[in-house]
Every structure is written in structure tokens, then in C-alpha cells.
């Protein structure tokens, strides 16, 4: 692909990663010249950067975001038109094991991208992944009935002015550099959006069973294996397929700076689901009874999450388009397409 001198720069750090791949391949048939950072330490890294080398053309930096240094030379050099923050650590239960090295990742690294930001590249638009935990457990609203919790109050879906708790050192990490990245914006006037993400899933994701629900469940239960359903299996959560993401990363790269810059993203109420109705839906659409033993809840657990996602429909007009079953038959296919690999890379 030819690059013009006003071809368009975008910087992607987890840029091998589940987001960050899926988001390199869209933006590169958009036109734009793509730069990703990685530092490979998540399965399924090194097989994504082996299949873009195949598809795109992009300049690839093996480093981690921790290093001040390197990731501020590499956007004083580029001074890319957008970057897409998706690096960081993505477990609850990671956190609590190891929370200096989930600090370091999640609040450091993105602390060093919006200073390197503020020093070097200043017309960088920045966006970064935040996430629902921010909002804590939601456990005073709940009610459940046979196969899922619900809201007490209809379609009490989570708001972006709901009061934060940061439960879990994922939580505190996540929510000290989604503030830092809002209050950069308000202070030193960067071009900075904060998406506070549900679950998002689909393809080349190489999900497992501390991350990645949607995409690891249908994995084990497509290699016949047994799950392991932590709590009661009625958490809900709204879910997104990567696809509807990847669109709103580049609706938000065409618009200009936006002054309310959070939003809530998620499948919204329609495409919610509990643990149990995926189990559901995955026994019909692989034509198999699935066999599942329940363990101890996990600290961290949100029994009930769902996006409101209004706000960013009536700001930029995004809303998702495609619906669970679309999406989960399109991890199938993809599950399909890809036996050999996701065995070797998960051991399943």
C-alpha cells in the first residue's frame, strides 16, 4: 500500500493482542499506516504478529509500556494521529496474585503514554481502554431469578456519572489511569477518550479462564472440555462482539475533540447474558451437552453488569449491530478455521 505524506499514523500498544489485532488489520484497510507495540507476554501474541505479517504492512515495536524511555522516544519520533492504549493487565485474579506487576502495567504504563503525550505530541488523540470495574461490585441493586441476576429497578443499566469504587488492585489500577488520562485532558487540554469496557469477545482472541469469558467457554466446550463456573453461574454481563469496537475506534478517530470524553461500552441490555445462558446457547449451537463443576465466587466479581450506552449513541452514533447469536457463531467458525493453533496455544 502506497503511504502519502497526509496518510494518517496510528499507534497501538497490546498491538498483537485480542483489540489491538483486530483493530491493526481494520485501520490498515482504512489507509492507515499502522505502528504497533507488544511486549509478547500473552498467549496467542506471537501467532497474531505471524498472521499480520501475512495481511498488512505495519513497523512493530517488542517493548513494554513500563519503559518510559523507549514508548516516549517511539511517539516523539512518530507523533502518530490517534493511539490506541490496549496494553495492560486484564485479570481480577492476576491482580490480587502479583498487584505490583498489574500496577506497573496498567497505571505506570499508561501514565507514561499520556506524558510522553503531553511532552512530545500534543495532537496525538489518545484513546484508552478502560474498564467496568471501576464501578465496584453493584451488589446493593441485585436480585436474581433462575438463571440470571437482574437489576431491582427495570433496565437500571450502569450510567458513566454512577460512583466509582475501585474494587480490586485491577479496579484501583485501572481506575488511576482511567482518571489520570481524564484529568490530563482537563488540565494540559490533550484529545483524550476513556472507553469503560464490558465484555468484549471474538475472533483471535485466545481467551482463558481468568479472561476472555465468552471466547474461553466456547473454546472449552467446543474441545469437549469440562468448565469451571466460579459462583453460581448467573453473573450477567453485556457483551460485545470486537467487530462493533473496532467500528467505534474509528468513528471516534474521524471526530474532533470531544469535551464529555467517557463512555460506558458495551452490548447494552439486549445483548446481555448470564454464564448459565451461554451454556445455554452454546449446547444448541454445538449440538452437546456440556459438563461444568461450580467452585468458591472469586474475589472481584461484579454478580451483575450491564452498559448503558446511550450517551455514546446520542454523541457519535455508534450502538452495536451484531447480536449474540451472530457473534458467538462467528467464534465457532473461527474456533473451526483454527483447531490446530488454539489447542498448541491453549493446551485444550
Not at 280 to 303: A, H, M, T
Request: charged share 25%; hydrophobic share 35%.
Amino acid at each position: 500500500m502506497l503511504m502519502s505524506k497526509k496518510t494518517k499514523k496510528i499507534l497501538i500498544t497490546g498491538g498483537v493482542g485480542f483489540m489491538g489485532t483486530n483493530s491493526a488489520i481494520y485501520f490498515y484497510k482504512k489507509g492507515w499506516k499502522v505502528f504497533l507495540v507488544d511486549d509478547c507476554s500473552r498467549k496467542g501474541t506471537l501467532n497474531n504478529l505471524s498472521n499480520l505479517n501475512k495481511n498488512i504492512k505495519f513497523k512493530f515495536y517488542r517493548i513494554n509500556v513500563e519503559n518510559y524511555n523507549k514508548i516516549s522516544k517511539i511517539i516523539s519520533n512518530l507523533k502518530p494521529n490517534l493511539i490506541l492504549h490496549c496494553a495492560g493487565q486484564v485479570a481480577v485474579t492476576k491482580s490480587i496474585t502479583d498487584p505490583k506487576t498489574d500496577f506497573n502495567t496498567n497505571a505506570l504504563g499508561t501514565f507514561n503514554i499520556i506524558e510522553s503525550i503531553r511532552l512530545y505530541s500534543r495532537k496525538s488523540k489518545l484513546i484508552f481502554i478502560s474498564t467496568n470495574k471501576v464501578y465496584g461490585s453493584l451488589n446493593e441493586k441485585i436480585l436474581s431469578n433462575k438463571k440470571r441476576y437482574i437489576f431491582k429497578k427495570s433496565n437500571n443499566a450502569i450510567k458513566e456519572n454512577y460512583q466509582l469504587d475501585f474494587y480490586s488492585p485491577y479496579g484501583c489500577s485501572k481506575g488511576s489511569a482511567d482518571q489520570y488520562v481524564r484529568d490530563y485532558s482537563r488540565i494540559y487540554k490533550l484529545d483524550t477518550i476513556v472507553l469503560r469496557l464490558s465484555c468484549v469477545y471474538g475472533i483471535k482472541q485466545f481467551g482463558i479462564e481468568d479472561h476472555g469469558w465468552i471466547t474461553w467457554l466456547t473454546i472449552a466446550s467446543y474441545f469437549n472440555r469440562k468448565l469451571n463456573i466460579y459462583g453460581d453461574g448467573k453473573q450477567v454481563r453485556d457483551i460485545l462482539f470486537i467487530d462493533d469496537l473496532v467500528r467505534l475506534f474509528f468513528i471516534i478517530s474521524k471526530t474532533k475533540k470531544i469535551k464529555n470524553n467517557l463512555y460506558n461500552i458495551g452490548g447494552g441490555i439486549k445483548n446481555s447474558l448470564s454464564i448459565i445462558e451461554l451454556k445455554d446457547i452454546l449446547e444448541k449451537k454445538l449440538k452437546k451437552k456440556i459438563r461444568y463443576k461450580n467452585y468458591n465466587w472469586r474475589q472481584g466479581d461484579q454478580k451483575i453488569y450491564i452498559s448503558n450506552i446511550s450517551k455514546v449513541r446520542k454523541d457519535l452514533g455508534w450502538y452495536p449491530k451484531i447480536s449474540i447469536n451472530k457473534g458467538i457463531e462467528n467464534v465457532i467458525s473461527w474456533i473451526k478455521d483454527n483447531e490446530n493453533n488454539i489447542k498448541k496455544i491453549l493446551n485444550v
